[in-house]
């Protein structure tokens, strides 16, 4: 177990200022707030992608790159099929036979016809399959999302969302960042609410949206974005 | 047209595209060797001054060959620091100046390729945990057509100038002279025939090349996307 996550004073540049929270297993987490509130920077912080300006990012536990995975708003694929991509993630992760785990994990996200097609003809959606693919041959104990469904349409939103609540089902802890109050609704446990690079508020998903603690978090259930 | 044809059966034709092939080949071959991991080296290397060599290694790709020429000839003539090795007036010496003149441009193309490529790939990556050499190499793989292109524009310079060679080469019968210095040689004495031919040659070398890799984007773009 790597979790719980524990941020201490974590601050980026003038985009995060200084935060402290500890993010448990369990139930999905949503990071919610307005493009440019600072939810990828956040996800990158926790992932540790970026470094912190200051403070700490704490994790629990050994060989943490291993054990965790991150899906972007855009999906990288490699020029390679789509199961050769799968079969490279599991490889860098010093797996040895990663073919059957690789297929295993295209069936479960619906793309087993597409195996040996070049991940990069595929469409939006399919790349965004295959990127949860990916995540999932590696059994992740945490999956960052950031943003996933922004570039799709409904359709494609709705199978990423399916494959998402396998996740959860499986015992991965989600923590996806996300500016769609209803994908928030839908797939959260509780909410992480950002604004402005503060966390203003952290709620369960059912509090949140009836009864938002903070005006800031009212005003974007609203639609009302304060830009002040 | 059959005093055309018939220069085109001449063997001596046909020695001078061979040597010029060999010099141009081999030049790139020299260039690619260098230019392709220091173009990579700079796309993803962070280090002081990096912004300058850039914009030097751009301006390099303009070098012109006259220069060059000149360069290589003072460093390889008897009183030059190279002169002993003896190599002026040489198949070696117009290696060396082609090889100064690619360099450059196989370089800033593949460091342009390799740069893009990693600043899509460099967060991915990292994610799956794959950093340093095997990073490097993920990436290298994935633009390994790009860099094709790279290597292409420099034979084509290479192969295309006429001043580094003249220079360096001397234009002497039968061991340094190549299809460019030819062409000029031939065009002042008044020999239009034998400089048309070569010309033709020239132009259809640099066509099937261009046309060979064009393809073998195109297929690659269908099959890996």
Same mark, same amino acid.
């Given at each position: 177990?790597?979790?719980?996550?524990?941020?201490?004073?974590?601050?980026?540049?003038?985009?995060?200022?200084?935060?402290?929270? $500890?993010?448990?297993?369990?139930?999905?987490?949503?990071?919610?707030?307005?493009?440019?509130?600072?939810?990828?920077?956040?996800?990158?912080?926790?992932?540790?992608?970026?470094?912190?300006?200051?403070?700490?990012?704490?994790?629990?536990?050994?060989?943490?790159?291993?054990?965790?995975?991150?899906?972007?708003?855009?999906?990288?694929?490699?020029?390679?099929?789509?199961?050769?991509?799968?079969?490279?993630?599991?490889?860098?992760?010093?797996?040895?036979?990663?073919?059957?785990?690789?297929?295993?994990?295209?069936?479960?996200?619906?793309?087993?016809?597409?195996?040996?097609?070049?991940?990069?003809?595929?469409?939006?959606?399919?790349?965004?399959?295959?990127?949860?693919?990916?995540?999932?041959?590696?059994?992740? $104990?945490?999956?960052?999302?950031?943003?996933?469904?922004?570039?799709?349409?409904?359709?494609?939103?709705? $199978?990423?969302?399916?494959?998402?609540?396998?996740?959860?089902?499986?015992?991965?802890?989600?923590?996806?960042?996300?500016?769609?109050?209803?994908?928030?609704?839908?797939?959260?446990?509780?909410?992480?609410?950002?604004?402005?690079?503060?966390?203003?508020?952290?709620?369960?998903?059912?509090?949140?949206?009836?009864?938002?603690?903070?005006?800031?978090?009212?005003?974007?259930?609203?639609? $009302?974005?304060?830009?002040? | 047209?059959?005093?055309?044809?018939?220069?085109?059966?001449?063997?001596?034709?046909?020695?001078?595209?061979?040597?010029?092939?060999?010099?141009?080949?081999?030049?790139?071959?020299?260039?690619?060797?260098?230019?392709?991991?220091?173009?990579?080296?700079?796309?993803? /290397?962070?280090?002081?001054?990096?912004?300058?060599?850039?914009?030097?290694?751009?301006?390099?790709?303009?070098?012109?060959?006259?220069?060059?020429?000149?360069?290589?000839?003072?460093?390889?003539?008897?009183?030059?620091?190279?002169?002993?090795?003896?190599?002026?007036?040489?198949?070696?010496?117009?290696?060396?100046?082609?090889?100064?003149?690619?360099?450059?441009?196989?370089?800033?193309?593949?460091?342009?390729?390799?740069?893009?490529?990693?600043?899509?790939?460099?967060?991915?990556?990292?994610?799956?945990?794959?950093? /340093?050499?095997?990073?490097?190499?993920?990436?290298?793989?994935?633009?390994?057509?790009?860099?094709?292109?790279?290597?292409?524009?420099?034979?084509?310079?290479?192969?295309?100038?006429?001043?580094?060679?003249?220079?360096?080469?001397?234009?002497?019968?039968?061991?340094?002279?190549?299809?460019?210095?030819?062409?000029?040689?031939?065009?002042?004495?008044?020999?239009?025939?034998?400089?048309?031919?070569?010309?033709?040659?020239?132009?259809?070398?640099?066509?099937?090349?261009?046309?060979?890799?064009?393809?073998?984007?195109?297929?690659?773009?269908?099959?890996?996307?």
């Amino acid at each position: 177990m790597i979790l719980s996550l524990k941020l201490e004073a974590v601050s980026f540049l003038n985009i995060i200022q200084p935060l402290t929270l $500890e993010i448990e297993a369990g139930p999905s987490t949503i990071i919610l707030g307005a493009n440019g509130a600072g939810k990828s920077v956040l996800m990158r912080l926790m992932h540790g992608l970026i470094a912190p300006t200051s403070g700490a990012v704490l994790w629990n536990g050994s060989d943490v790159r291993r054990k965790q995975a991150m899906v972007f708003q855009r999906p990288v694929m490699l020029r390679r099929s789509a199961l050769a991509n799968v079969v490279y993630a599991l490889e860098a992760a010093g797996e040895r036979d990663a073919q059957p785990t690789a297929m295993a994990a295209l069936k479960e996200v619906g793309l087993a016809h597409l195996a040996h097609r070049p991940a990069r003809v595929l469409s939006g959606g399919e790349q965004q399959r295959l990127a949860l693919a990916r995540a999932w041959a590696l059994h992740p $104990e945490v999956l960052f999302l950031d943003e996933p469904t922004a570039s799709l349409d409904p359709s494609a939103t709705r $199978e990423i969302e399916a494959v998402i609540r396998a996740f959860d089902a499986s015992g991965t802890k989600v923590v996806m960042a996300t500016h769609n109050l209803g994908q928030a609704r839908r797939l959260g446990d509780e909410v992480l609410f950002i604004h402005q690079g503060r966390l203003v508020e952290r709620a369960p998903v059912e509090r949140f949206f009836k009864q938002p603690g903070s005006p800031e978090a009212a005003a974007f259930i609203k639609g $009302e974005l304060p830009w002040d | 047209m059959a005093e055309f044809l018939s220069v085109l059966q001449q063997p001596r034709l046909w020695e001078i595209v061979v040597l010029s092939l060999q010099v141009s080949l081999s030049a790139v071959g020299f260039a690619a060797l260098v230019g392709l991991p220091l173009g990579a080296a700079i796309a993803v /290397g962070r280090f002081p001054g990096r912004s300058a060599v850039i914009v030097l290694l751009n301006a390099l790709m303009g070098l012109p060959p006259v220069v060059v020429g000149l360069a290589v000839y003072l460093l390889l003539s008897r009183a030059g620091p190279l002169g002993s090795l003896g190599l002026l007036f040489t198949p070696g010496a117009m290696v060396m100046a082609q090889t100064i003149l690619i360099l450059p441009i196989i370089a800033a193309l593949s460091r342009q390729a390799v740069e893009d490529a990693w600043r899509e790939y460099d967060e991915q990556l990292r994610s799956l945990g794959v950093e /340093g050499v095997r990073a490097a190499l993920t990436v290298l793989w994935d633009v390994r057509f790009s860099l094709l292109t790279a290597v292409l524009a420099g034979l084509g310079r290479a192969s295309a100038e006429v001043g580094a060679v003249m220079i360096v080469g001397g234009n002497i019968d039968g061991v340094t002279r190549v299809m460019t210095t030819t062409i000029a040689l031939e065009t002042s004495k008044g020999d239009l025939p034998l400089a048309l031919g070569l010309g033709v040659v020239l132009i259809g070398i640099v066509l099937v090349l261009n046309a060979g890799a064009f393809l073998l984007k195109e297929a690659a773009q269908r099959r890996f996307g």
